[in-house]
């Protein structure tokens, strides 16, 4: 069974930024991918930005060149930085794993989820 643990969030004004954090626990494995999703009210979940093992990344459109998401220093651990944030940024982030490499879909596990708030 794998945990994940995510910290930061909050709220923020439009240009600020934040840094979302994440750790995994149990039996993550080696190889895998762990990312960022966020679901606005009435939206759908929607993929952010992932990063496999390996280091290969993947980002929304919409986040591209503001947002980055890196390894942490521990094992298993993942931190998307969040500049030039816009009020559409809003949102319940979520911190996703899943086994192998899987940039394009989301994993087996969830985190609980962290508020961002942008206001404008």
């Known amino acids: 069974q794998v945990q994940l643990v995510e910290s930061g969030g909050g709220l923020v004004q439009a240009g600020g930024s934040l840094r979302l954090s994440c750790a995994a626990s149990g039996s993550a494995g080696s190889i895998n991918t762990m990312g960022w999703y966020r679901q606005a009210p009435g939206k759908q979940r929607e993929l952010v930005a992932a990063?496999?093992?390996?280091?290969?990344?993947n980002y929304a459109d919409s986040v591209k060149g503001r947002f980055t998401i890196s390894r942490g220093n521990a094992k298993n651990t993942v931190v998307l930085q969040m500049n030039s944030l816009k009020p559409e940024d809003t949102a319940v982030y979520y911190c996703?794993?899943?086994?192998?490499?899987?940039?394009?879909?989301?994993?087996?596990?969830w985190g609980q989820g962290t508020q961002v708030t942008v206001s404008s």
């Open positions: 996703n794993l899943g086994a192998g490499i899987i940039l394009l879909r989301p994993g087996r596990y």
């Open positions: 990063i496999t093992s390996g280091g290969s990344t």
